[in-house]
């Protein structure tokens, strides 16, 4: 499967990716509807997006979350019923909604951020099985 990977030597921290990835999905630049998130802490930078692990699939009651031929985690819209268990279990908080918002989304590894990153700090790379978690703490 192929899974977004970033590489924290390379990012400045610019947001371009998030921008880039709301425009994409939502139409509009927005970091909060972004399906990557950058974060600036006292302790640098930090990147939270989905690794692919698949624990939110289980705690969906209506079996919106499932796996693609590829390997990916994906929502269905159709099916979801925006009661947001996903987002409450993931386990590496990179289930994300929005204000106004009915439904989750996530990472689906789609690459638009990678082409846009000015420092090449996004790569896409293939992978047998999804990355360790990359981000736990959880930021409301």
Partial sequence: ????????????????????????????????????KIITSESGLDCNVCNQCGECIDVCPV??????????????????????????????????????????????SCGVCVKSCPTGALTLEERPEPLERVFYRRHF
Avoid: H, Y
């Fill in 1 to 36: 499967m192929k899974v977004l990977v970033w590489d924290k030597t390379k990012c400045i921290g610019c947001g371009i990716c998030e921008n880039v990835c709301s425009q994409t999905w939502f139409k509009e630049e927005n970091r909060e509807k972004s399906r990557i």
């Fill in 63 to 108: 079996e919106a979350l499932n796996r693609d031929a590829q390997g990916i985690v994906r929502l269905d819209a159709n099916a979801c019923v925006g009661c947001m268990s996903c987002v409450g279990f993931c386990p590496s908080a990179s289930m994300f909604f929005a204000p106004k918002e009915p439904i989750p989304f996530k990472c689906i």
